[in-house]
Nanobody, 121 residues
Framework: QVHVVESGGGLVQSGGSLRLSCAAS????????MGWYRQAPGKQRELVAT???????NYANSVKGRFTISRDNADSTGYLQMNSLKPEDTAVYYC???????????????WGQGTQVTVSS
């Protein structure tokens, strides 16, 4: 059994900062990619940033220069540092992790329950 849990969301004023955390727990042998996605009301879920086990990183154009994704492989935890937040960043943020539970097993995709980020103008 694997669980992925986000934390760190909240209400912040425009220009402020928040740091989201994503903790994976349970039967984990290795974690491939970790990523953050967001979904605003009435919109489709969209990619925010991803980080591979190799350290390669990808950002959506809308957050480049403002958000920083990172991970701690020892703790099976991912982070999203969000600076210079804008009202259009308001959304539910979801963590995604590609996890292999046993040696030689297949990677499976796991999602967290989401954490609300609200940026007031």
């Amino acid at each position: 059994q694997v669980h992925v849990v986000e934390s760190g969301g909240g209400l912040v004023q425009s220009g402020g900062s928040l740091r989201l955390s994503c903790a994976a727990s349970g039967s984990i042998f290795s974690i491939g990619a970790m990523g953050w996605y967001r979904q605003a009301p009435g919109k489709q879920r969209e990619l925010v940033a991803t980080i591979l086990s190799s350290g390669n990183i990808n950002y959506a154009n809308s957050v480049k220069g403002r958000f920083t994704i990172s991970r701690d492989n020892a703790d099976s935890t991912g982070y999203l540092q969000m600076n210079s937040l804008k009202p259009e960043d308001t959304a539910v943020y979801y963590c995604n992790a590609i996890i292999r539970s046993v040696v030689g097993g297949n990677y499976r995709e796991y999602w967290g329950q989401g954490t609300q980020v609200t940026v007031s103008s």
